[in-house]
């Protein structure tokens, strides 16, 4: 059972309600999913996922015979990651799904090995949501269990603005049935370190489109890292991508970070 506490959800979770343009952008992933599951394979379960969206790595866990937990906010993701659950028959057996805020939740079960994958915790906008998210993940860590996550690394032409008022071309992409040319625009603001990214989908052909919107917050290293000790959580290993080469700010442009908790102090505060 699952009791999470009231929290208002984010204005960019409209990014997250259209299923089919979420798979058609990220079902080509692959480094950071082979990366995730044979990690969690190593490490054991059960796993917990943050912001677990359709499940694409949900079910490549399930699928390597690990018990896990998908969490998400948006009840659209979570619809689409139940599907293909159902569809796949002997995985929904080892699979559960909860509709909660990574900020304020609270389950039963204790897990060997959490993640947040492709920059879930880059969605908590300030030092305080993150802290929060680190708590609770912490809370629900098994004795020796860890925490495994990647954000982008924010290297200048990362932050710098990028597209016109309708974007620049990034991709073309096939989504329900027809093709589309995405467009991609951001505006990145080095006070609160908050990018704000807008995509744009024009049909080829012709025909009406539709953009999405999301902000995304930027962690350098000495960021992240700070925040990490802060809630508790101490930093094992870290990389500057899925296949295990050192973090450097000169040509990286992921961090990948495995935590482990560290041990409470047996003295009263």
């Known amino acids: 059972m699952l009791s999470c506490p009231a929290v208002e959800a984010e204005a960019e979770l409209g990014y997250y309600a259209d299923p089919d343009r979420y798979d058609a952008e990220y079902a080509p992933f692959a480094a950071d999913r082979d990366w995730y599951v044979r990690r ?12 677990c969206g359709t499940g694409r790595i949900l079910l490549g866990l399930a699928a390597a015979g690990l018990v ?6 948006a009840p659209a993701m979570l619809d689409r990651c139940r599907e293909r659950l159902l569809a796949s028959g002997r995985l929904a057996s080892r699979v559960g799904l909860f509709e909660a805020d990574m900020r304020a939740f609270r389950l039963e079960r204790r897990y060997r090995t959490a993640i947040g994958p492709i920059n879930a915790l880059m969605h908590l906008l300030t030092d305080g ?8 993940v912490r809370a629900h860590l098994a004795p020796g269990g860890r925490f495994l996550f990647d954000l982008t690394f924010p290297r200048p032409e990362l932050i ?14 096939r989504l329900r049935g027809g093709h589309y040319v995405q467009r991609e625009q951001h505006r990145y603001d080095p006070a609160s370190r908050i990018s704000r990214v807008r995509h744009f989908f024009e049909p080829l052909g012709g025909g009406p489109g539709f953009a999405t919107e999301l902000r995304l917050r930027m962690y350098p290293p000495e960021a992240i890292e700070a925040l990490l000790a802060r809630a508790g959580l101490q930093v094992c290993r870290r990389y500057g991508d899925f ?6 700010p000169q040509s990286s442009v992921v961090q990948v970070y ?12």
């Open 40 to 51: 969690a394979r190593e490490l054991g379960g059960p796993v917990l996922e943050l912001g």
């Open 68 to 73: 896990a937990d998908g969490l998400d906010l």
């Open 129 to 136: 949501e993150v802290l929060a998210c680190l708590g609770c």
């Open 160 to 173: 710098e603005a990028f597209g016109g008022p309708r974007g620049e071309e990034v991709r073309t992409l």
């Open 243 to 248: 296949a295990g080469s050192s973090l450097d």
């Open 258 to 269: 495995e935590t482990r908790a560290e041990p409470r102090s047996s003295k009263a505060v």
